[in-house]
């Protein structure tokens, strides 16, 4: 049988009855005229995973022990976050650790054949290679392919590795879509997107067809930042390995607010998790320009060194004004001065504590308003009001109260920022009423 013909329902019969009788991917592959790679990416792609009841259905190890409180802003709550029946904990907090079993990390990746599945100790989640739910689970894949999806890495580095020797070898990607439909999940156009922004090993100079083609003119001429580059290295997974290795750095989260939805002035909108104090700057639209020249103006008003050390990490969002990562983490002449890490697409709770603080923002400028005819003072009042508000959460104190650097004390004062008396704090449309 040939290596690159999509993988029956039949052959799939066989390789779950090869798992449970405790062969070798490489005997299988042998038996079905396949390469190992094949089968061994067959059986990560197609397996079910059994989730296990968690206590509180929460999917972390300390769900049982843990004794954290006030990880939101919820008043005068005195429970357990782990015990909230609002809030899922494991989405906000920092500490949080998946249940993980080292031994599905390994052949045969499945727990079918593992000792230890039936156990009452084994509290992990399962993994099984059936081949009923194999094969409708890759019918289902396919189906999505043609609608379009996201990679993660990994599978944009395993398209890479089906791809790219192929593609040397003189085939064409009609011929390798063809023979490896079952492997690959996006379609042929996407595949050329992908060798356009230089995503896989191969470059359109390998393409025989390509290389003939006229250059279309881009449409958006800006964008110069694929949706893909920016993310290496960036990612939310990168940054938790990131914060591993240096607990003690200060993280900065960073998103925008919109009035309409149209091509009008917008919200930069930056929070300091080590006190919540947040910065409220008016750009002009949502462009990457505008919000590389609000990190040159801070640069140059605060120095590179007092720069670092106030934005060491900065957590954001894919919006299309943060896509230019290298001109955000480097200043004009090279130097580095801050880290940018990406949330996953559409995960907004990756970043909860600027998320919950919009809402303060709302409460003087409800959704649905323009931002249009505001001026920055309008925007830095909304930020004092806000930043002087006493909160449950930070143990009764405001923001503002928990300022103790120079640094922040410097940043403050270039962006003439003050805290407004307890009893004047206003948080309403009246505010802005002039």
């Not at 009841?53 to 005195?78: H, L, Q, W």
């Not at 919540?276 to 040159?296: C, R, T």
């Not at 303060?360 to 009001?385: C, S, W």
């Amino acid at each position: 049988m040939s290596n690159y013909n999509r993988i029956t329902f039949k052959e799939r019969v066989r390789i779950e009855a090869g798992i449970y009788a405790h062969e070798s991917f490489s005997r299988i592959a042998e038996d079905l005229g396949r390469s190992t790679s094949s089968i061994i990416r067959e059986v990560k792609q197609n397996r079910i995973k059994v989730k296990m009841p968690y206590v509180m259905g929460r999917d972390c190890i300390y769900t049982s022990t843990c004794a954290k409180k006030n990880m939101c802003d919820e008043e005068f709550c005195d429970r357990k976050c782990r015990l909230c029946l609002k809030v899922d904990c494991t989405k906000i907090c920092d500490r949080v650790k998946n249940h993980e079993c080292p031994k599905y990390l390994k052949p045969p990746f499945v727990c079918s054949t593992c000792s230890e599945k039936n156990k009452k100790k084994c509290i992990y989640d399962k993994y099984y290679y059936i081949a009923e739910k194999a094969d409708a689970k890759a019918k289902a894949t396919r189906s999505e392919s043609r609608e379009g999806i996201r990679l993660t890495q990994e599978e944009l580095q395993t398209l890479d590795e089906i791809l790219s020797p192929l593609i040397r070898q003189g085939q064409p990607l009609s011929h390798i879509c063809n023979t490896h439909a079952d492997e690959i999940k996006v379609s042929e156009r996407s595949i050329y997107n992908y060798i356009e922004a230089g995503e896989l090993t191969v470059s359109n100079l390998d393409l025989r067809r390509k290389v003939k083609y006229k250059r279309r003119r881009k449409k958006n001429a800006e964008i110069k930042c694929n949706k893909f580059n920016y993310r290496k290295g960036r990612t939310f997974e990168d940054f938790k390995m990131y914060m591993e290795e240096h607990p003690d750095t200060p993280v900065v989260e960073m998103d925008t607010v919109r009035g309409l939805r149209t091509k009008e002035q917008v919200l930069l909108t930056i929070m300091f998790n080590t006190n919540s104090v947040m910065l409220m700057i008016l750009i002009e639209d949502e462009s990457m320009d505008e919000v590389i020249a609000v990190f040159d103006k801070l640069t140059k008003a605060l120095g590179i060194r007092r720069f670092r050390k106030l934005f060491p990490v900065i957590l954001t969002d894919n919006g299309r004004c943060f896509k230019n990562a290298l001109e955000l983490e480097y200043t004009k002449n090279g130097s580095p001065r801050t880290k940018i890490f990406y949330c996953d697409p559409q995960a907004s709770w990756q970043k909860p504590h600027i998320e919950k603080n919009h809402e303060y923002i709302r409460y003087v400028i409800p959704r649905g308003n323009t931002f249009k005819g505001y001026t920055q003072e309008d925007m830095t009042l909304i930020a004092n009001h806000i930043n002087s508000t006493i909160r449950a959460g930070l143990n009764y104190k405001s923001p503002y109260d928990l300022v103790e650097t120079e640094d922040m004390k410097k940043l403050l004062e270039v962006l003439n920022m003050s805290p407004v008396a307890a009893d004047d704090v206003c948080l309403s449309p009246k505010l802005l009423r002039k």
